[in-house]
Antibody, heavy 121, light 107 residues
Framework: EVQLVESGGGLVQPGGSLRLSCAAS????????MNWVRQAPGKGLEWVSY????????YYADSVKGRFTISRDNAKNSLYLQMTSLGAEDTAVYYC??????????????WGQGTLVTVSS | EIVMTQSPATLSVSPGERATLSCRAS??????FAWYQQKPGQPPRLLIY???TRATGIPARFSGSGSGTEFTLTISSLQSEDFAVYYC?????????FGQGTKVEIK
């Protein structure tokens, strides 16, 4: 069974840091590009960051550029998001998403269940 | 940045009726376009990619059309499980962008 399972969310103070993880299973993780997408409470979806399957260009949304770092460990079938200088505007559910079911395209499927990050004092 | 604009914001439909959702891109995205469905407390689910290709396991009552800047998602006969929020997304340009969502509610 294909699964993406996020972890690492929680309550963090403004200005703090947090590292999210996404554990992949059931497919050849190293073959697929990965993304982080977030959703603030009651709001829509916002793409955050992209990392290719191996080498290549990494992309970030302007809202997180310089503060967030995406990485992956293909040997551990894991995706990461290092978040620093967090502010209230970063409060959201963070989803990891693959392009496994997109027939070579860059849509997002499957998605993990998400992990909630709350930035508050 | 490509702005994706969905209409309407809310669509009230009776079960069994047809629903038509629209999404407009501020510049051409070709066919690099997807629709997602999201229910409360769940992650989004891919419905349509490549503007018109149904994802695996998606019922035939869902269909997508359009290219360039104008796209449509049609649900031919709404079932109770289809009441949800629908998002469009372009994956032609960076940054990837989503529409603001259309909520399909029971009339």
């Amino acid at each position: 069974e294909v699964q993406l399972v996020e972890s690492g969310g929680g309550l963090v103070q403004p200005g703090g840091s947090l590292r999210l993880s996404c554990a992949a299973s059931g497919f050849t993780f190293s073959n697929y590009n990965m993304n982080w997408v977030r959703q603030a409470p009651g709001k829509g979806l916002e793409w955050v960051s992209y990392i290719p399957s191996s080498s290549g260009t990494i992309y970030y949304a302007d809202s997180v550029k310089g503060r967030f770092t995406i990485s992956r460990d293909n040997a551990k079938n894991s995706l990461y998001l290092q978040m620093t200088s967090l502010g209230a505007e970063d409060t959201a559910v963070y989803y990891c998403a693959s392009s496994l079911y997109c027939s070579g395209g860059s849509c997002y499927s499957p998605w993990g269940q998400g992990t909630l990050v709350t930035v508050s004092s | 940045e490509i702005v994706m604009t969905q209409s309407p914001a809310t669509l009230s439909v009776s079960p069994g009726e047809r629903a038509t959702l629209s999404c407009r891109a501020s510049q051409s995205v070709g066919n690099n376009f997807a629709w997602y469905q999201q229910k409360p407390g769940q992650p989004p689910r891919l419905l349509i990619y490549g503007a018109s290709t149904r994802a695996t396991g998606i019922p035939a009552r869902f269909s997508g059309s359009g290219s360039g800047t104008e796209f449509t998602l049609t649900i031919s006969s709404l079932q109770s499980e289809d009441f949800a929020v629908y998002y469009c997304q372009q994956y032609n340009n960076w940054p990837r962008t989503f529409g603001q969502g259309t909520k399909v509610e029971i009339k």
